[in-house]
């Protein structure tokens, strides 16, 4: 219980072990189990987001001083949407190719949504998939009116600084990090540990 409340508060596995009297290999698998605990409940399908909806994709590892943008070397791409005054999900993908944009996009925002994008040449064929599409050029300004995806380049932000306090995560386990900033996110204005109590609880008969 003490590993779910320190969990809540953010700290590393590093961390909580200093806290109680755990070696660092039993706290490393604690909140390793937590994360896929978060997975496990993501999985379930909700409404389909609706309303203004930000997209917008990022790049996430490699190198510090690789090369930078969408075709960086050894990142993983990930793509996020995000409902205003919503939820958001986010995934890491294979590339950012229209075909995955556009797919992941469908099966998560309802037709008829406003949908805003930067100028990505892979979001050019959402007009013609039911949705109001507006654009922003990210070279010439960073909102018009109500035109721009400030909220999903804030969480980018976080997610990459909350990250770094971990000391770099494999590709293999990125996923449930990437899961565990979103959960945080979409309860964000809730105390997250009795949710976390009820998945672990939920996720022990898989374990058997």
């Known amino acids: 219980m003490w590993i779910i409340k320190f969990f809540e508060l953010k700290l590393s596995a590093g961390k909580i072990t200093q806290q109680i009297d ?3 290999s039993t706290v490393l ?3 390793a189990l937590i994360r896929k605990a978060i997975v496990a409940n993501s999985a379930d399908a ?4 609706s309303g203004e909806i930000e997209l917008d994709e990022a790049c996430f590892g490699g190198r510090p001083k690789a090369n930078r943008g969408r075709g960086a ?5 990930v793509f996020g949407i995000l409902e205003r005054d919503g939820v958001a999900g ?3 993908v294979k590339d950012v190719s229209a075909r995955t944009l556009i797919d992941s996009t469908i099966k998560t925002v309802k037709r008829g949504s406003i949908v805003y994008t930067d100028k990505f040449k892979s979001y050019e064929a959402l007009m013609f998939c039911g949705y109001r599409h507006l654009k922003l050029d990210h070279k010439k300004r960073f909102s018009t009116g109500k035109v721009y995806i400030n909220g999903l380049e804030g969480f980018w932000s976080y997610d990459k600084e909350r990250l770094t306090k971990h000391h770099g995560v494999s590709k293999e ?3 449930f990090y990437l899961k565990e900033m979103e959960f945080r996110y979409n309860n964000r204005n809730t105390t997250i540990f009795t949710q976390l109590a009820k998945y ?4 022990v008969p898989d374990l058997l």
Not at 46 to 49: Q, S
Not at 200 to 203: D, I, P
């Open 29 to 31: 698998k604690a909140v």
């Open 200 to 203: 672990l609880v939920n996720l």
């Open 173 to 175: 386990k990125f996923p």
């Open 46 to 49: 909700g409404d389909l987001l």
């Open 90 to 92: 986010v995934e890491a």
């Open 73 to 77: 070397f050894n990142k993983v791409p």
């Open 22 to 24: 755990l070696s660092y």
